[in-house]
T-cell receptor, first 109, second 115 residues
Framework: GQQLNQSPQSMFIQEGEDVSMNCTSSSIFNTWLWYKQDPGEGPVLLIALYKAGELTSNGRLTAQFGITRKDSFLNISASIPSDVGIYFCAGQPGNQFYFGTGTSLTVIP | EAGVAQSPRYKIIEKRQSVAFWCNPISGHATLYWYQQILGQGPKLLIQFQNNGVVDDSQLPKDRFSAERLKGVDSTLKIQPAKLEDSAVYLC?????????????FGSGTRLTVV
């Protein structure tokens, strides 16, 4: 299957700091999604991106669909304790979505 | 709107035993997926249904895994016999039709431990 590389693998930040993470693939994708997963729960969709260059915000979250269509970025501004969790990117080159390995975020109050 | 329902939440079985998981998608969602999420990894697609037909089962280990969605609504995933490496969270997701409905809605998953 497709390989999606997410980085960083984990982050430890102070409350109030901004966060950036990214996802890269070896193939061109038509759609990028960003999910957050809390312990013991399924992933929850945060942002969906449908075309190259697209920049979309959802509250303090902003995501971008890379121009090359092989990458995507997620930024979280002014982090708060409830931002803790694992963030997954998912990309769709064809009929199905492939998920990245996740970025684990810890916010220190 | 009710979410995707899955049961049981947890299951512990011995290797070589059988196990079944159940999923009830969001009402009206034609597309249903089963994913396997091993600890520390992202979800991996096992099978995709469109109504009661299989769209993609290329990554389903068919020698031991089976899934059905007989009436195009709820679905069951079965493992027979289970192996230690099947220990994972099994996630069900569904998706609606139409533009903008690219995102899946996931259930809370069934955590399987094979001992």
């Amino acid at each position: 299957g497709q390989q999606l590389n997410q980085s960083p693998q984990s982050m430890f930040i102070q409350e109030g700091e901004d966060v950036s993470m990214n996802c890269t693939s070896s193939s061109i994708f038509n759609t990028w999604l960003w999910y957050k997963q809390d312990p013991g729960e399924g992933p929850v969709l945060l942002i969906a991106l449908y075309k190259a260059g697209e920049l979309t915000s959802n509250g303090r979250l902003t995501a971008q669909f890379g121009i090359t269509r092989k990458d995507s970025f997620l930024n979280i501004s002014a982090s708060i304790p409830s931002d803790v969790g694992i963030y997954f990117c998912a990309g769709q080159p064809g009929n199905q979505f492939y998920f990245g390995t996740g970025t684990s975020l810890t916010v220190i109050p | 709107e009710a979410g995707v329902a899955q049961s049981p939440r947890y299951k512990i079985i011995e290797k070589r035993q059988s196990v079944a998981f159940w999923c009830n998608p969001i009402s009206g969602h034609a597309t249903l997926y089963w994913y396997q999420q091993i600890l520390g990894q992202g979800p991996k697609l096992l099978i995709q249904f469109q109504n009661n037909g299989v769209v993609d089962d290329s990554q389903l280990p068919k020698d031991r895994f089976s899934a059905e969605r007989l009436k195009g609504v709820d679905s069951t995933l079965k493992i027979q016999p289970a192996k230690l490496e099947d220990s994972a969270v099994y996630l069900c997701a569904s998706r609606g039709q139409g533009l903008g409905n690219y995102g899946y809605t996931f259930g809370s998953g069934t955590r399987l431990t094979v001992v």
